[in-house]
């Protein structure tokens, strides 16, 4: 056997006469015994003498066959001549006819059977938005009796309006129900965590969480241990509202943000409350704080009740002493004062003349024309 695997020999060689792929389809199926020719018989269909040649062995199997000795190569021709005997028997050939029968037929028939997609309408107006819309079908063809597309999202837009309206007529009211009155967190809870929300859309600040806590309102903390904590935070600390603002958005979610910042203050709490070291000799530095200047309205410049009545008093004095001015003629005239100086100036003259030209051109209607420059 181990001449027969090394020899290379193919007792029955077959050709498989497959058409072009694109005439595949349209010529008929061939069968297995047109397709596969053996080379056990001549032309005449006498039986062919089996002849062992060197020559029709593979590189390898010739190299094997020239190694061996006079016996091996004997027993060599032996196996080599009972495998074509094997080869060539008719129990063989048909088994070998039918697996080759049965593999084109089945090419054959899976470039014959071509997939059957169903047509692709395309969605209309109507159909938008609909479950299944290729059941739907197509839109009607447009008789000019029917609204533009515009119109139609106008009027989309409108339903959409009409229905929000709605819910928060009928369905909003009855969230009242749910409601539940505010109260204040008590003193055992001292953080407090701020959340962010875009209303359903995708931002990269929506998983940020803030944490704001006052220093005196921790428990078990003594005065040392909340300078100490104090000096830890650094420049989160807010001296004048004595608060401590941390953020955090490293992780994905909201719950990853607050479970840290959570863990960040039990941290804080440990190291405030470790006495090994309690940073004496380090000053509490407060400059990151820019205190900002407080200005308030001067309370002389309010406007109370008395202050109004003053006011008013004053404003009617001094119309009284206008009109009374007035009257005795004390306020000056200026027509008047144009009169007198006209009648002081000659009838005739240069100074009449180019006085009544001046008022003459500042009687005008016209527009003066403004140069650039």
């Known amino acids: 056997m181990r001449a027969i695997h090394c020899s290379g020999y193919l007792a029955l060689r077959c050709k498989c006469q497959l058409p072009p792929r694109g005439t595949l389809a349209l010529s008929p199926v061939p069968s297995a015994n047109r397709l596969l020719t053996t080379k056990s018989s001549d032309d005449n269909g006498s039986p062919r003498p089996f002849v062992f040649d060197v020559a029709s062995l593979s590189p390898e199997a010739r190299n094997h066959y020239n190694y061996l000795s006079s016996e091996e190569r004997a027993h060599y021709e032996k196996a080599s001549q009972s495998l074509d005997r094997l080869m060539t028997s008719p129990e063989v050939e048909s088994n070998l006819k039918g697996v080759v029968g049965e593999a084109i037929h089945e090419v054959v028939t899976q470039v014959r059977t071509p997939k059957i997609q169903p047509p692709r309408l395309k969605p209309g107006l109507f159909s938008m938005g609909e479950e299944d819309p290729v059941g739907t079908g197509e839109d009607e063809e447009f008789e000019g009796d029917d609204i533009t597309s515009l119109a139609h999202g106008d009027l989309e837009q409108h339903r959409e309006l009409r229905e929000f309206a709605r819910i928060a007529a009928w369905e909003m009211p009855l969230l009242s129900k749910l409601a539940k009155p505010f109260k204040p967190p008590p ?6 965590f701020r959340y962010t929300t875009y209303m359903g859309e995708t ?3 929506a998983n940020k969480i803030v944490l704001e806590f006052c220093t005196q309102d921790l428990p078990g903390l003594t005065e040392a241990q909340r300078i100490k904590l104090i000096k830890l935070v650094g420049p989160r600390y807010n001296p004048e509202k004595d608060l401590v603002k941390m953020s955090c958005e490293m992780f994905e979610t909201q719950a990853q ?3 840290y910042l959570g863990d960040l203050v039990d941290s804080l709490m440990a190291e405030a409350k470790d006495s090994a070291d309690m940073f004496e000799d380090v ?23 008395e202050r109004n009545q003053q006011l008013e008093k004053d404003r009617q004095q001094r119309l009284l002493a206008e009109r009374t001015r007035q009257e005795k003629g004390e306020v000056p005239d200026g027509f008047k004062a144009i009169q ?13 003349m180019l006085l009544e030209v001046k008022q003459l051109k500042g009687k005008g209607t016209k527009k003066k024309k403004l140069g650039l420059r």
Do not use: C, I, V
């Open 203 to 205: 931002h990269p600040a």
């Open 340 to 352: 007198a100086f006209m009648k002081e100036q000659p009838s005739t003259g240069p100074s009449r």
């Open 187 to 192: 003193l055992e809870h001292p953080l407090r």
């Open 283 to 305: 000053p509490l530095d407060l400059r990151h704080h820019k205190y900002k200047p407080k200005l308030e309205f001067p309370e002389e410049w309010k406007l109370t009740p």
């Open 257 to 259: 943000n607050k479970r």
